[in-house]
């Protein structure tokens, strides 16, 4: 895998791909960073397994599903934890995000300006601080700054990547979520990350 060639697909956003550029950014690893350009996507979409992206390409081979494909470099870069448990209690944490995601998904697809609006307002004072309370609890239990054991790991890039990614303009504050603020600053402290946000695209 160290010298495996590498290809993310996605759009040109942050989305559902900048979970797995975050990890692939940690760990100072070189890829292609592919985004659609205008009506590309159709002509991209028969190659994909299941029809969606992002994908990740390993040497020509592509595979599908945002979650898989984090997990997959997780793993390959040492941001898994040490043990199957450590993976177990990471896994937990990451498929939140997509819980996370159902909730506002709906206002993106709302037509209704109003409905829209009302939408994010649910999102910002009751569904966002619902999921924060989870990680800050979670963070709170495990004493170290970090998710799970004591360093960084896919859960704190998933924290991040939400704080950070395409809601964050919708999250909550997180004065009321100190440390999951203290997490999201440690993470992008970290210069590798701090390069990334400072190079990538802006979407």
């Not at 791909?17 to 690893?29: F, N, Y």
């Not at 170290?144 to 990614?165: E, H, K, M, P, R």
Request: charged content about 25%; overall charge neutral.
């Amino acid at each position: 895998m160290a010298n495996a060639n590498l290809k993310i697909s996605y759009f040109n956003a942050k989305g559902r791909a900048e979970l797995s550029r975050l990890v692939l950014a940690a760990a100072g690893k070189k890829y292609e960073d592919f985004r659609f350009k205008g009506d590309e996507w159709p002509q991209h979409k028969a190659k994909t397994p299941f029809g969606q992206s992002p994908t990740l390409e390993v040497d020509g081979k592509v595979y599908g599903q945002s979650i898989a494909i984090a997990t997959y470099l997780a793993r390959e870069f040492g941001f898994y934890g040490k043990t199957n448990l450590d993976g177990l209690a990471i896994d937990q944490y990451v498929q939140l995000l997509p819980d996370v995601l159902q909730t506002a998904v709906k206002a993106f697809m709302e037509k209704d300006e109003a409905k829209k609006a009302e939408i994010w307002k649910t999102f910002k004072e009751t569904d966002c601080p619902k999921f924060l309370g989870f990680y800050e609890e979670g963070l709170k239990q495990n004493g170290t700054g970090f998710l799970v054991g004591n360093q960084l790991s896919l859960a704190d890039l998933a924290v991040f990547d939400l704080i950070t990614g395409m809601l964050d303009d919708k999250v909550c504050s997180l004065d009321k979520f100190p440390l999951v603020k203290a997490l999201v600053a440690k993470v992008g402290a970290i210069e590798n990350i701090k390069t990334w946000i400072e190079t990538r695209p802006v979407t």
